[in-house]
């Protein structure tokens, strides 16, 4: 059988990610088919010039889904994260008795192979995750797989504030010294990459592999928003170990469907001085994937011009 991959079905491509993976899938020539919900309500992005067909499917049934996955090459997951951990595995069923080549995990944040993060309060957080690339492992004689880790979302984040630092007030919430390096990526890099996988699909056969734009630090950042701005930033101290707690007494409110309390453990897994998490050269699949990094300035400076905030 031939390892070539041309036609691919995306679940979750009208999402946050979805849509940069999807956009780059089509500029890397593939014939891309996005999967919704029944009843999905997201809103159905345009892609032009190119075409993308949509296609409804019941998660709930596994027939629903194998004739979805007739003849795709490859099918990459990229659900929300709780539905990541509750449902790929009927979808993995599928698209096995489909034929399908290739399947790539919702993954994309937490690199959740690492040693240990398992017992970290991010690990836990993202059990179902793990579950899915051990189940991943258990089945590579029936379907290959490339599972992808890309640290935080950089664009996202500069937009969500999970970087701690806002233009629109001038102030910033750096953790402990700011100088922590951590790994990001933009999501149009995520799209290529995940396009590579696809291009290359005998050196990127059941693997877990990290990427990211660059590595980068909150003061990093934040001298570049000044920088651009021409404003001091007032700047607010926050202790890692204070936001962990802050973690801690929030989950309670799990149950209701509260996530905040998972944004302090990443805030605290990433950003917290010598957390070590930042994307080493050794770890990298850049070159792998002829992906290059990328200027951290040009970004943010294309971000506070959109916003309408360099300096005059
Ligand atoms: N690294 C980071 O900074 C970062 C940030 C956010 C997310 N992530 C990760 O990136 C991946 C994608 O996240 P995202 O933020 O792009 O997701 P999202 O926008 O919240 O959702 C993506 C799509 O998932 C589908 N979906 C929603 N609920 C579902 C359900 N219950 N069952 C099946 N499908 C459902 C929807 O598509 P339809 O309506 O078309 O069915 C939705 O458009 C996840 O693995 C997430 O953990 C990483």
């Not at 998660?59 to 990229?78: C, E, N, W």
């Given at each position: 059988?031939?390892?070539?991959?041309?036609?691919?079905?995306?679940?979750?491509?009208?999402?946050?990610?979805?849509?940069?993976?999807?956009?780059?899938?089509?500029?890397?020539?593939?014939?891309?088919?996005?999967?919704?919900?029944?009843?999905?309500?997201?809103?159905?992005?345009?892609?032009?010039?190119?075409?993308?067909?949509?296609?409804?499917?019941?998660?709930?049934?596994?027939?629903?889904?194998?004739?979805?996955?007739?003849?795709?090459?490859?099918?990459?997951?990229?659900?929300?994260?709780?539905?990541?951990?509750?449902?790929?595995?009927?979808?993995?069923?599928?698209?096995?008795?489909?034929?399908?080549?290739?399947?790539?995990?919702?993954?994309?944040?937490?690199?959740?192979?690492?040693?240990?993060?398992?017992?970290?309060?991010?690990?836990?957080?993202?059990?179902?995750?793990?579950?899915?690339?051990?189940?991943?492992?258990?089945?590579?004689?029936?379907?290959?797989?490339?599972?992808?880790?890309?640290?935080?979302?950089?664009?996202?984040?500069?937009?969500?504030?999970?970087?701690?630092?806002?233009p629109l007030?001038?102030?910033?919430?750096?953790?402990?010294?700011?100088?922590?390096?951590?790994?990001?990526?933009?999501?149009?890099?995520?799209?290529?990459?995940?396009?590579?996988?696809?291009?290359?699909?005998?050196?990127?056969?059941?693997?877990?592999?990290?990427?990211?734009?660059?590595?980068?630090?909150?003061?990093?950042?934040?001298?570049?928003?000044?920088?651009?701005t021409?404003?001091?930033?007032?700047?607010?101290?926050?202790?890692?170990?204070?936001?962990?707690?802050?973690?801690?007494?929030?989950?309670?409110?799990?149950?209701?469907?509260?996530?905040?309390?998972?944004?302090?453990?990443?805030?605290?897994?990433?950003?917290?001085?010598?957390?070590?998490?930042?994307?080493?050269?050794?770890?990298?699949?850049?070159?792998?994937?002829?992906?290059?990094?990328?200027?951290?300035?040009?970004?943010?400076?294309?971000?506070l011009e959109?916003k309408g905030l360099l300096?005059?």
């Amino acid at each position: 059988m031939s390892s070539t991959i041309n036609t691919v079905a995306v679940l979750g491509g009208t999402g946050n990610l979805g849509k940069h993976i999807v956009r780059a899938l089509l500029v890397g020539g593939f014939s891309v088919t996005i999967l919704t919900r029944a009843g999905s309500t997201s809103p159905k992005p345009s892609f032009e010039p190119y075409d993308v067909a949509f296609k409804e499917v019941d998660y709930s049934s596994p027939s629903s889904l194998q004739a979805a996955f007739a003849g795709q090459d490859a099918v990459i997951s990229v659900i929300s994260t709780d539905a990541a951990q509750q449902v790929q595995k009927s979808i993995i069923d599928a698209a096995i008795a489909a034929g399908v080549k290739r399947f790539v995990p919702s993954e994309f944040g937490v690199n959740t192979r690492k040693p240990g993060v398992e017992k970290t309060r991010v690990g836990e957080f993202l059990a179902g995750k793990r579950k899915v690339v051990d189940y991943l492992i258990q089945n590579e004689d029936k379907i290959s797989w490339t599972g992808l880790s890309t640290g935080f979302f950089f664009d996202s984040a500069l937009e969500n504030g999970l970087t701690g630092i806002s233009p629109l007030t001038n102030t910033a919430t750096i953790v402990d010294s700011g100088t922590q390096p951590w790994p990001a990526s933009l999501r149009s890099h995520i799209g290529r990459a995940v396009s590579e996988i696809l291009r290359h699909p005998d050196i990127t056969k059941n693997q877990y592999l990290s990427t990211a734009s660059f590595n980068v630090s909150q003061n990093q950042v934040l001298a570049i928003v000044e920088e651009l701005t021409g404003k001091k930033f007032a700047v607010t101290r926050a202790d890692s170990k204070d936001i962990f707690k802050s973690g801690e007494e929030k989950l309670p409110n799990l149950a209701k469907g509260d996530h905040s309390a998972f944004v302090d453990f990443l805030k605290a897994y990433f950003l917290a001085d010598g957390a070590g998490n930042e994307l080493k050269d050794e770890d990298s699949a850049n070159e792998k994937l002829c992906l290059q990094t990328e200027d951290v300035r040009a970004v943010v400076k294309g971000w506070l011009e959109k916003k309408g905030l360099l300096a005059a």
